[in-house]
């Protein structure tokens, strides 16, 4: 969609004389112009330059929302003025994350939000005026993090929320300052997220664009700077499933990681294609794949990865959460990746910085680890390279190799490459796996650690093809024997 579509009809928020002083709320007159471009057939709505103050607008098949250069999408303070495009919960919904929205969509074709405007969600006044509501006791929050001191998820409105919905496009916008998650799409089809510049550090769980059981979805040419996970896929349902997804040439800063799926992972993931990604200043993993309540990930390809002071390069995680079914995790490639992990915590300069761990710790080695009984299978690592901080000392904490089968399995944990505290290798963990190829591998060491590059338990079909690191091969590989 653009200026060389034709369209049945195009309004222009000027000339409909919409205030956009940034102070006059505006939401009943943009839902208006949104509406009856929806009902003459489809069009664009030109939103001209100035300041438009809204809460929740409804996107409606055959809309464009285009945003011309100096256009300013506000999110109100007030959140009164948001609302949920549901008012039932979702049949299988696992998760009541939040249905509250600045930009809506539901059921809707054809759609796209464009233009080089910008629309802020002005989340932390957002967020803070949703907490004092709550103390004085006129806004319920039933899970509100007390330890924390912030309310939830469920009441804090995300960017764009859009369910059900297909032939989607954003495009060429500036987007920033969610009180919850930033753009998120739950079942839908034929989604094309490009050249995007998303900036949403401004609370707390704030990921950058979240994917829950869509098909044939394109993300490209992002830049992406996000208080949680960058780019997270999600599997919410379980007679669902992310299928053909395609991540290309993004520049990902993350206060938790930059590409990760499976936190919720009760449907699954197939045919997954994520390259030529940049990540930096990133807190926990570059790359996570996990599943962890029933669901099954096969045939998932990561290529051309470029990550500089992240936290961990690679976590691999075949759990089973409680009440979960057996889950699987297949085919999975990993190629020509670059990484460094530095000693100290790589999101010092967040203001959010990720909850550190309670316990000591020495770096962490990537992880790829099932569990008992199930096993993750088929994984080829190729042209990997990755640069280890070292420092390591028995005196802050100690998995000596022969009680390396002692490791808590974890097994209904949250998935995180920290999960398993102190872990007796540097490099690499690798645990409960069936066919898994080491080729072209590189490890490197800014300073000693006393552990073994790589640490095998219950792995079958290992092969190590043309691995290099520092030290003697006869003490840097070492089998778990039971």
């Known amino acids: 969609m653009g200026d060389n579509v034709s369209y049945a009809i195009v309004l222009n928020t000027t000339k409909l004389k919409i205030a956009n002083d940034g102070n006059t709320l505006c939401t009943l007159q943009l839902q208006r112009a949104i509406d009856r471009v929806c009902n003459n057939g489809g069009g664009r709505l030109d939103v001209t330059p100035g300041k438009y103050l809204t809460g929740s607008i409804m996107l409606k098949s055959g809309v464009e929302l285009h945003l011309m250069s100096g256009a300013v999408i506000l999110g109100s303070t ?14 299988d919904k696992r998760n009541d994350n939040s249905n509250i929205a600045l930009v809506l969509a539901y059921n809707a074709e054809n759609i796209s939000v464009t233009g080089n405007g910008t629309i802020d969600g002005q989340g932390l006044m ?4 949703i907490d004092s509501l709550y103390h004085k006791g006129m806004l319920k929050d039933n899970n509100y993090n007390v330890r924390r001191m912030r309310p939830s998820e469920q009441v804090r409105p995300k960017l764009f929320y859009f369910y059900k919905s297909n032939n989607v496009t954003v495009s060429d916008l500036c987007l920033k300052n969610s009180a919850c998650w930033g753009l998120s799409f739950d079942l839908c089809v034929n989604l094309n997220l490009k050249n995007l510049n998303i900036t949403n550090c401004a609370y707390w769980n704030n990921d950058g664009i979240d994917i829950d059981d869509c ?5 490209a040419d992002c830049d992406i700077n996000s208080a949680d996970d960058a780019i997270c896929l999600k599997s919410y349902h379980a007679n669902s499933s992310c299928v053909d997804v395609d991540v290309q040439r993004c520049n990902l ?4 990681s930059g590409v990760k799926f499976g936190t919720a992972s009760w449907g699954g993931f197939s045919n997954i294609h994520v390259a030529d990604i940049k990540v930096f200043d990133t807190f926990r993993s570059a790359i996570a794949i996990e599943s962890v309540d029933g669901g099954s990930i096969d045939s998932v390809c990561v290529e051309r990865i470029n990550a500089v002071n992240t936290g961990n390069a690679i976590f691999l995680r075949l759990g089973q959460r409680a009440g979960s079914k057996n889950g699987s995790m297949k085919n999975i490639i ?3 990746i670059t990484c460094t992990v530095p000693f100290e915590r790589p999101d010092k300069n967040y203001d959010l910085r990720g909850p550190e761990v309670d316990f000591f710790h020495n770096p962490f080695p990537s992880s790829i680890c099932g569990i008992p009984g199930n096993k993750i299978q088929n994984v080829m690592l190729e042209n990997i390279n990755i640069v280890y901080p070292g420092r390591a000392t028995k005196g802050m904490a100690y998995v000596p190799l022969w009680r390396a089968d002692k490791i ?3 097994i209904m944990s949250y998935p995180e490459f920290s999960m398993f505290g102190e872990l007796p290798s540097w490099g690499f963990y690798v645990r409960h796996v069936s066919g898994i190829t080491f080729s072209n591998v590189k490890l490197s060491l800014a300073d000693n650690d006393f552990r073994p590059a790589f640490v095998f338990e219950d792995a079958a079909n290992v092969t190590l093809k043309d691995v290099t690191f520092p030290g003697d091969k006869s003490r840097q590989i070492y089998f778990v024997d039971k």
Not at 215 to 219: D, E, G, L, N, S
Not at 253 to 256: F, K, L, N, Q, Y
């Open 78 to 91: 007030n959140p009164k003025d948001y609302y949920s495009i549901k008012a039932q919960p979702i049949a």
């Open 126 to 129: 957002l967020a803070l005026n």
């Open 215 to 219: 098909q044939h979805v394109k993300i």
């Open 253 to 256: 800063r993350s206060s938790a």
């Open 334 to 336: 990993l190629r020509d």
């Open 408 to 410: 808590d399995e974890q």
